[in-house]
């Protein structure tokens, strides 16, 4: 599930940090902050409102018929779903903050020397932001894995469909499976601390500070 999170998040992430970098719209602020909201809002209301547009009378109703799903909601594609909404900003916002420190300059040289934009993006802007890119996917993969309120409220625990494993380091304690809890959870405690210490590697390559 965050593999797959990861590769939408860039795909539908990276268009939208190119235009919050570059936009003079009006709405740029609006929609940066629509991107932000998982960073303030509780998981659970996220979740909740997720549920709802996942579930039979919202978007989930509409499309899930189309992939052979009466719903989305408690479902694996639901779940994914939900977790590139609740990851949004942590691929976003390091994509948007190096395409901005690669400034205008560069890209107006290339636009003398008529490269296209697409040429511009490609050859210029994608190559300079390979730090924020990398960082992205570090934070938004790691981010993915860590789930749980979201996750409990759009999917349940049903196992193999959509038992993560922070909600099987729940069930071990709510169950007093000790053993099994500290395994898991010294082993999120591990990849917590390579993902920050990755972060911050690359970050220091290109020269910023992740946190």
């Not at 109703?61 to 989305?72: A, D, I, K, V």
């Not at 948007?96 to 008529?114: D, H, K, S």
Request: hydrophobic content about 55%; overall charge positive.
């Amino acid at each position: 599930m965050a593999a797959i999170t990861t590769v939408l998040l860039m795909i539908i992430g990276t268009p939208i940090a190119w235009w919050l970098a570059w936009s003079k719209s009006r709405w740029k602020e609006v929609v940066a902050t629509l991107v932000a909201l998982p960073l303030v809002l509780p998981p659970t209301v996220l979740g909740f409102y997720i549920l709802l547009a996942l579930g039979p009378n919202g978007l989930g109703g509409w499309f899930g018929p189309w992939f052979g799903l009466r719903t989305f909601a408690f479902t694996f594609e639901g779940l994914v779903a939900g977790s590139v909404l609740y990851s949004m900003p942590f691929v976003v916002q390091p994509i948007r903050n190096a395409f901005e420190a690669i400034g205008a300059r560069p890209l107006e040289v290339a636009a003398t020397l008529r490269a296209s934009p697409l040429d511009r993006f490609f050859t210029i802007a994608l190559p300079l932001a390979i730090p924020g890119f990398l960082t992205g996917a570090v934070l938004g993969f790691a981010h993915t894995v860590g789930e749980f309120g979201v996750i409990l409220m759009i999917g349940g625990n049903i196992p193999g469909e959509t038992k993560v494993l922070s909600i099987a380091i729940y069930d071990f304690v709510e169950t007093l499976r000790w053993r099994e809890a500290h395994i898991l959870s010294a082993g999120m405690l591990v990849f917590a601390f390579l993902v920050i210490l990755t972060v911050s590697l690359l970050a220091r390559r290109s020269g910023r500070r992740a946190f």
